[in-house]
């Protein structure tokens, strides 16, 4: 074999190491950029998708815009503070806060509650709103005079009591999606899944003026 041809065979072999080294090193680049995605990519969803994993959960489903009008539309003679139990991504707070309400939301995804912080900073509400990490059963609702709240049937006994002990009798509660198990609202609006029930504190607490101690622990043994 010449020298000539020694010389070619050698950098063909060379060229095949190349482009075999080369292949290698794009696979691992390759498995660490979907490697990364996908971790990066559970990051963001669990925290959405894992409270609807929990016994008594409140899952992230964004109000409709004709939910919201309806909302404020049942909230328009009312003033003062307003809570939203569950506030997702602030929508209910924010579009509040623009009427007038000093609005609040309580929210267990922490995802949820900053997105929500950024939203209301760039309507310019930041001032008339506040967003909280918080289990809703460990909040009192005392302060507040309005609450809204997208709920799931089966927390909505439970939320009655707890709402029945926080609340002033002046107080209104909105709820959104599902009515509550025994209170009788005190007006509707919207239809289908935009309905919303409006109840009155002053009509539901009347029957519990005379709460015994035994109702009470009932409310602390379910939380």
């Known amino acids: 074999m ?10 063909v072999t060379q060229g095949k190491g190349n482009q075999s080294t080369a292949k290698k090193r794009i696979g691992l680049i390759a498995t660490g950029i979907i490697g990364g995605s996908l971790v990066a990519l559970y990051a963001v969803t669990a925290p959405f998708v894992t409270p609807a994993l929990r016994k008594i959960c409140l899952p ?19 003033s003062g503070t307003l809570v939203d139990i569950g506030s997702g991504d602030g929508r209910i707070v924010i579009a509040a806060a623009k009427r007038g ?19 209301a900073w760039r309507e310019g509400v ?28 089966q927390m909505m006994d439970q939320l009655e009591l707890k709402l029945s002990s926080d609340l002033q ?10 009515p509550f198990p025994s209170w009788v609202p005190d007006q509707m609006a919207g239809e289908g899944i935009d309905t919303v029930w409006v109840y009155d504190a002053k009509t539901f607490k009347t029957p519990l003026q005379g709460q015994t101690r035994e109702t009470e622990d009932k409310l602390t043994s379910t939380l």
């Open 126 to 153: 930041h001032h008339s709103t506040s967003f909280h990490i918080s289990d809703l059963w460990k909040v009192s609702f005392a302060q507040y005079s309005n609450v809204v709240i997208f709920g799931v049937p």
């Open 60 to 78: 992230f489903v964004p109000a409709t815009t004709t939910q919201v009008e309806n909302v404020l539309k049942v909230l328009r003679t009312r």
């Open 101 to 119: 309400f000093h609005a609040s939301g309580f929210e267990l995804n922490p995802w949820l509650v900053w997105y929500s912080r950024y939203r």
């Open 2 to 11: 010449s020298q000539e041809q020694i010389l070619l065979e050698t950098a």
């Open 169 to 178: 009798s002046t107080a209104m509660v909105v709820a959104c999606r599902f």
